[in-house]
T-cell receptor, first 115, second 115 residues
Framework: DTGVSQDPRHKITKRGQNVTFRCDPI?????LYWYRQTLGQGPEFLTYFQNEAQLEKSRLLSDRFSAERPKGSFSTLEIQRTEQGDSAMYLC?????????????FGNGTRLTVT | AQTVTQSQPEMSVQEAETVTLSCTYD???????LFWYKQPPSRQMILVIR??????QNATENRFSVNFQKAAKSFSLKISDSQLGDAAMYFCAYRSGFGNEKLTFGTGTRLTIIP
């Protein structure tokens, strides 16, 4: 169990640029989640995958945001035409089919700064 | 929509003492789960304790226990024998029991342990 891995840890980009983040869940976990956490706030749900299917999507996920999980393993979150308001920590989490209480694992996050 | 409120942005406690963090929530659902998550500085979020709404008995995990008051929609976390490693942001979170995978978080309480 190597944990949930997110890459990169930090990303600084200029407004208007596109960015892509990657999340590698724990290998046997079929469920994967993306959250966004701004300074001083709790994480906000963005989207959820079960295997390769995107089953839930928040209204926060505007048309500039897209998430994929093409083979049901790793996932990518892309933000197009970044805005300063996109500056946040983007957290990925995963869990397996067992709904056990300690089964949700979070990664360390990708911190995005839009200048 | 469900909301989670943490009214204490910051708390501090002497090492070895007991501290209680407050959380209230609003929902019209009868089946749901409540969680406390810990987020140490620059480290990943981990689950501290979980409570199923249908269970009357308060959950406990070693030094961590909750006071779940369903009618009052209150879910406080008690940390006994506080240790330096308990210093972190603590988030209260809610999840619907009806197949919804989304966690709704509060804004967090920063806990400082005084040696």
């Amino acid at each position: 169990d190597t944990g949930v891995s997110q890459d990169p840890r930090h990303k600084i980009t200029k407004r208007g640029q596109n960015v892509t983040f990657r999340c590698d869940p724990i290998s046997e976990h079929n469920r994967l989640y993306w959250y966004r956490q701004t300074l001083g706030q709790g994480p906000e749900f963005l989207t959820y995958f079960q295997n390769e299917a995107q089953l839930e999507k928040s209204r926060l996920l505007s048309d500039r945001f897209s998430a994929e999980r093409p083979k049901g393993s790793f996932s990518t979150l892309e933000i197009q035409r970044t805005e300063q308001g996109d500056s946040a920590m983007y957290l990925c989490a995963s869990r397996g089919p067992d709904r056990g209480p300690k089964n949700l694992h979070f990664g360390n996050g990708t911190r995005l700064t839009v200048t | 929509a469900q909301t989670v409120t943490q009214s204490q942005p910051e708390m501090s406690v002497q090492e070895a003492e007991t501290v209680t963090l407050s959380c209230t929530y609003d929902t019209s659902e009868s089946d749901y789960y409540l969680f406390w998550y810990k987020q140490p500085p620059s480290r990943q979020m981990i689950l501290v304790i979980r409570q199923e709404a249908y269970k009357q008995q308060n959950a406990t995990e070693n030094r961590f226990s909750v006071n779940f008051q369903k009618a009052a929609k209150s879910f406080s976390l008690k940390i006994s024998d506080s240790q330096l490693g308990d210093a972190a942001m603590y988030f209260c979170a809610y999840r619907s029991g009806f197949g919804n995978e989304k966690l709704t978080f509060g804004t967090g309480t920063r806990l400082t342990i005084i040696p």
